[in-house]
């Protein structure tokens, strides 16, 4: 069975009434719910704990691991992230929720300063467009999700090119933001999904985590095989104007003259 990990800073919830009222077990714990509901093995891990709760046994049982940060970016160990880039780049899946676009773990798979982007919180009415109806992550669901208010998210996104682009949020302020972006490093396959401001019950919402549950889904990994890299002995011998290259060491040597 699909082991998946949600991972939280769960700061918000301790510190704020009235995140805590709409997330009373956390935002991992309301994530975790759902999952178990769709017959996923589920564990929660947070920031405070020891190594973030993300240690090598935690992580090389993980399947898929969701990601969801805002307050303490830079509070998250370098050492962790290292890890966490490993084991995607080794297969395991990664869902990263909204503010957790400027995490350190999605910055470094992607390359660029994902932390840029414009944002308003002012009770904006989000439409999420569903561009791709053939992804596997967009199954289930009708033309478009509708939250009555979320944080604003506006481009430019300083994200590189997705691989794929499932959805694309519209918000009754104008902007327009690319919301459901999927990315492959390695043999790990990355989902980034935007709503989720901790100030709204989006998490809640049945189609969100409909979204959700389908991203880990299809995240978990391939089972194909590991790269090789390096220099290796060719699989048979190359021909090349009279000589066989071996390709191994470098080295060549001439077939004997008859």
């Known amino acids: 069975m699909m082991k998946v990990t949600v991972w939280n800073e769960f700061r918000h919830e301790q510190r704020h009434a009235a995140v805590r009222q709409i997330y ?35 992580l090389a049982q ?11 970016h830079h509070e998250v160990e370098d050492s962790v992230v290292d890890k966490v880039y490993r084991r995607v780049m080794d297969g395991m899946g990664l869902i990263v929720l909204h503010s957790g676009h400027a995490s350190k773990i999605f910055g470094r798979l992607l390359g660029t300063p994902t932390g840029q982007l414009k944002w308003r919180e002012a009770d904006d009415k989000e ?36 691989d794929e682009l499932v959805f694309v949020s519209w918000f009754e302020g104008g902007e327009v933001f690319r919301s459901g972006a999927v990315f492959y490093r390695g043999r790990g396959k990355i ?20 979204v ?23 699989l048979e011998p190359i021909q090349v104007k009279g000589l066989t290259a071996l390709h191994y060491n470098r080295t060549y040597w001439r077939e004997p003259s008859s």
């Open 24 to 58: 009373p077990d956390g935002i991992h714990g309301t994530i975790a719910g759902f999952l178990e509901k769709a017959g996923l093995t589920v564990a929660t891990a947070t920031l405070d704990e020891p190594e973030h709760g993300l240690t090598d046994e935690v």
């Open 62 to 72: 993980a399947d898929v691991l969701v990601w969801w940060g805002h307050l303490a």
């Open 127 to 162: 439409r999420i467009w569903v561009i791709n109806p053939a992804h596997p992550i967009a199954a289930g669901l009708g033309e478009y999700i509708e939250l009555p208010k979320e944080e604003m998210y506006g481009e430019h996104f300083n994200i590189p090119a997705p």
């Open 191 to 210: 989902f980034y999904f935007r709503p989720g401001h901790e100030t709204y019950p989006t998490y809640h919402n049945e189609e969100i985590q409909r």
């Open 212 to 234: 959700i549950t389908n991203a880990v889904q299809w995240a978990a990994p391939s089972g194909a095989a590991a790269p090789v890299y390096g220099n290796r002995a060719p």
